[in-house]
């Protein structure tokens, strides 16, 4: 149950958000059009654990009702793991 806002804001989508086509697209080496999706993310809010420069990668996942890229991605270690943000880096939860 996450609630994505927009640049203004407001609540553009509340639900659950289905992460399986972004981390298929991925797997596939597909790329969204959005030119950051699978450039190396460099960690500069320190919210994820530190690692050295290249570890991460972040991703976009599209949200329905915003026709820029957003503010959700996803943000995958070099070890496998997984992190999910709706705010555009502000917080992120981990994934399994």
């Known amino acids: 149950n996450v609630?994505?806002?927009d640049l203004d804001g407001r609540v553009a989508w509340r639900g659950?958000?289905?992460l399986?086509?972004?981390?298929?697209?991925i797997?596939?080496?597909q790329r969204?059009?959005?030119r950051n999706d699978g450039a190396v993310f460099h960690n500069r809010e320190s919210r994820l654990p530190s690692r050295q420069r290249?570890?991460?990668r972040e991703y976009v996942v599209?949200?329905?009702g915003i026709?820029?890229?957003g503010p959700q991605r996803l943000v995958i270690g070099h070890d496998g793991e997984i992190y999910y943000t709706a705010d555009h880096y502000r917080s992120f939860q981990r994934l399994r």
């Open 3 to 5: 609630a994505v806002r």
């Open 16 to 18: 659950d958000v289905d």
């Open 20 to 25: 399986k086509p972004v981390l298929i697209r």
């Open 27 to 29: 797997e596939a080496g």
């Open 32 to 34: 969204d059009p959005h």
């Open 54 to 56: 290249g570890h991460y």
């Open 62 to 64: 599209r949200t329905p």
């Open 67 to 69: 026709h820029h890229a």
